[in-house]
């Protein structure tokens, strides 16, 4: 149980453009749903946390308007890197958490972007 | 706030050596969760052992083992027997009850298991 499927899991895209990533929990119901950054032997950093219906909270130094974040149902948040830079190119890793489990996260495999 | 420190940034070993990862944390909270998480070169998170604050029993599973104390805010791992497939990222995070269960991952220690 407990599995949280990211899509896709690599992707390349041109300078400027946008890229949605996908992060479903698919055998449970996320109330709460976590994106991470993880830069090449880095640790990972969080991004943002988003609710079920609410607007995402985004850590210092996260702009909110080049990460679009929605979290319209229990089972799926999405990240749309925005006029993608070749800076932006990273590991995305979500996480999924639960109402009775708060304190338990569980990890997506992550997504590769590369932005040429 | 919280703060995870692996001062281990590298380790290096022979297979058959035991090995331990160091774990230092800080955090306000009484209630809290501490995590280790594998980070093989695919990049999935896989997921080891969570103590919560009040459980300061050591753990054994397998060649894995996790020294918890308190007493000097550390949750050390301990790889018995290394093996070439335990080469990885290791990463100690902490989880505080009144910090809205953020976690927050240490640096992380890359391990390295030559045969």
């Known amino acids: 149980g407990a599995v949280v499927s990211q899509h896709p899991s690599w992707v390349i895209c041109k300078s400027g453009t946008s890229v949605k990533i996908e992060c479903r929990s698919l055998?449970?119901?996320?109330?709460?749903m976590f994106w991470y950054r993880q830069f090449p032997k880095q640790s990972l950093m969080l991004m943002a946390t988003?609710?079920?219906?609410?607007?995402?909270?985004?850590e210092q130094g996260v702009e909110k308007d080049k990460f679009l974040i929605n979290h319209a149902s229990l089972t799926l948040s999405t990240l749309t890197v925005t006029s993608a830079h070749p800076e932006d190119s990273s590991f995305y890793i979500c996480?999924?958490?639960?109402?009775?489990?708060?304190?338990?996260?569980?990890f997506g495999p992550g997504t590769r972007l590369t932005v040429t | 706030a919280q703060k995870v420190t692996q001062a281990q940034t590298e380790i290096s070993v022979v297979e058959k050596e035991d090995v331990t990862l160091d774990c230092v944390y800080e955090t306000r909270d009484t209630t809290y969760y501490l995590f280790w998480y594998k980070q093989p070169p695919s990049g999935e998170l896989v997921f080891l052992i969570r103590r919560n604050s009040f459980d300061e029993q050591n753990e054994i599973s397998g060649r894995y083992s996790w020294n918890f104390q308190k007493s000097t805010s550390s949750f050390n791992f301990t790889i018995t027997a290394s093996q070439v497939v335990d080469s990885a990222v290791y990463f100690c995070?902490?989880?505080?009850?009144?910090?809205?269960?953020?976690?927050?991952f240490g640096g992380g220690t890359r391990l390295m298991v030559k045969p």
């Open positions: 988003s609710n079920e219906g609410s607007k995402a909270t985004y």
């Open positions: 996480s999924a958490s639960t109402l009775l489990a708060s304190y338990e996260q569980y």
């Open positions: 055998d449970f119901q996320a109330t709460t």
């Open positions: 995070a902490l989880s505080g009850v009144n910090a809205g269960n953020m976690l927050t």
